[in-house]
């Protein structure tokens, strides 16, 4: 309970103070056109009392924490306005110059001596460059490269190579002033570098400083929590396993030539598997279908479903062929990738389409979102216990594997083998029935699909006539003992066993955004397409579909972000043992399990690199407005 009322407190305080502090800061924007000085003036009393009260909190300043914040504030303030005290440009440089100097020497001398920095010259003058371009730029491109700016630009370049390439700690009373007068300097030269702003410029200035105090805070958290962590993390992939020795690019170069990455070995098994064969099989049939039913309505090639799914079909097994022979992390994240965006964009589609149809929709809906509010961890853990598979001698407690071997135990002449006949005749004979629903109707694709979803079905009538369905083994003493089925061991297929679990969470997201865009499709495309004698199949694939692709599009790029970065899952299941390891689970344990910052860096720099075209691509379609 006392808990529970703490965090209340502590909301209602943060929600209070947040709304105080709003509605100061547009207090205080209502000051920059009418008293530009006091403006200055406040600003700069804020910022050097937060700056002196900050230090004082760390222990940098010793003595009375008021007067330190009181002095920090009066110092600060008078070094913003002084520069404008004065007409004369060449004096407000004068100015602006000798009270950063003022300024940087009182920090140097007070602060206390544990705190001085020890420099590098080399990282110095890189983090100044990197500042310098950053702010050049986009200032070029948008035509507003400004001298103070640029002096702004290298005071931050100028504070963080001093501080962060090198120690602190060790330095010396001229290094600290090089870290610290310096930049107040560049400051005090941009305050006065520029002409008196006139009131059109501050009316801009107010608008600017208006969007920034929604932005601002934005902006700095992502800066702080995103920016920042990268370039450290970019940085230290440059470094060795301890961040110490610059290495380049060999930890890279080990990620794209070693064979825990990218194994290509087994590359001559992609063309000799079952599933390659599979794959080519189904292609030809596709196209021979495609090519009769083009020749039927006067075109070289037919899209029709008949000639669709077993293309897609075909074209699945041979992605598995591929990446069943190609092993190692990024290969799997590639085959991630393609297999969880593909199968969860696709049932997310077909959900969205046949629930808009059930009579209860709306449970339908809640039941394939639902899996949703599980997190990545427990559901990895859930899956977890649906794929245990537990020694031959004991029962076995996995959902899948008693299942397989409870059907592994109907023996030819039992109740159980007649009810499974029984079950597999029905469904063989209701494939059959709309096989020729499709004919007679000349539905090419419905009597395709339902002949080639009778297959299984008769492969396992004849499994359960002859050799059985599996699931058991003869044992020792020549009894029947259980034979379980490994899913997360056996490779390479215990990669497919894991995507199941992220395709079960992402099907219901991928199914709501869908059928949000399919039912804001507009009702009269639709009702003109009936109207010019359209069935079902042809307004869904000619309207409906085209209508919802820049929705795909965005749900595609989301997934693919996603999947790059899957974790959990891995982590929980299997912690990529088993040829399951993927670049996110390597990272960490590179990075905290060996203890190779260099290598552990790297493998999130590539992780970043694989991230951004998604991410560019989706905010890209954002900012035109097609989403």
Known sequence: MDALTGALWGSTAAIGISTLLFFGAN?????????????????GALGGAATFGILVGNRVLDGPRTLWVVAGGVMIAAFGVAPGLFADRRLRLAVGVGSGALVGLVVTFVVDEAVRPTISAAGLLMFVGIACVVYLIPAAVFGRVRPGG?????????????????????????????????????????????????????????????????????????????????????????????????????????????????????????????????????????????????????????????????????????????????RGTVMNNLWWLIVVTTFSTGLGLAAAVLADRARFEAVAKSLIFLPMAISFVGAGIIWRFMYIARPPQKPQTGVLNAVWVGLGKLAPGTAGQAVGLVVLAALTAGMAGLCLFGIRRRQTAIALGAALSALPVLWLAYRLVGPGLGGVEEGPLGLPIAKPILFAQEGPFNNVWLM????????????????????????????????????????????????????????????????????????????????????????????????????????????????????????????????
Request: aromatic residues 10%; proline residues 3%; hydrophobic residues 55%.
């Open 150 to 326: 640029v002096l702004v630009a290298a005071a931050l370049g100028w504070a963080v190579g001093c501080w962060l390439p090198g120690g602190i700690g060790g330095g010396s009373r001229f290094t600290m002033a090089v870290a610290v007068v310096s930049p107040t300097v560049l400051l005090g030269a941009a305050l006065g570098a520029g002409p008196i702003r006139s009131r059109p410029s501050r009316q801009r200035l107010q608008h600017q400083t208006r969007v920034g105090a929604f932005l601002g805070p934005a902006l700095l958290f992502v800066v702080l929590g995103l920016i920042v962590p990268l370039a450290r993390t970019i940085y230290l992939s440059l470094y060795d396993a301890r961040g110490r020795n610059w290495v380049g690019f060999k930890n890279y170069g080990e990620i794209l030539t070693n064979d825990r990455s990218i194994d290509l070995a087994d590359w001559a098994n992609i063309f000799t598997s079952r599933l390659f064969v599979g794959g080519v099989g189904l292609l030809t049939v596709g196209a021979i279908v495609g090519l009769w039913l083009g020749r039927r309505r006067g075109r070289v090639l037919e899209a029709a479903a008949g000639f669709v799914a077993p293309a897609v079909a075909g074209g699945f097994l041979l992605v598995f062929a591929v990446f069943s022979s190609l």
């Open 27 to 43: 207090r205080l924007f209502d000051l920059v056109v009418e008293r530009w000085r006091l403006f200055v003036v406040v600003v």
């Open 500 to 627: 199941v679990v992220l395709i079960w969470i992402q099907t219901g997201f991928a199914m709501v955004i869908l059928s949000a865009a399919i039912k804001a499709v507009p009702g009269d495309l639709i009702e003109a397409a009936r109207v010019d004698g359209a069935n079902d199949r042809q307004v869904f694939f000619r309207v409906t579909l085209p209508t919802i692709v820049p929705t795909i599009t965005v749900i595609v790029t989301t997934l693919i972000v996603l999947v790059m970065k899957v974790f959990d899952i891995v982590r929980v299941m299997t912690n990529g043992n088993f040829g399951t390891q993927v670049i996110a689970n390597e990272m960490w344990q590179r990075t905290f399990t060996e203890f190779n910052l260099g290598l552990g860096s790297a493998l999130a720099a590539v992780l970043f690199l694989g991230v951004v075209p998604a991410m560019a691509l989706n905010v890209r379609r954002l900012q035109r407005g097609k989403v």
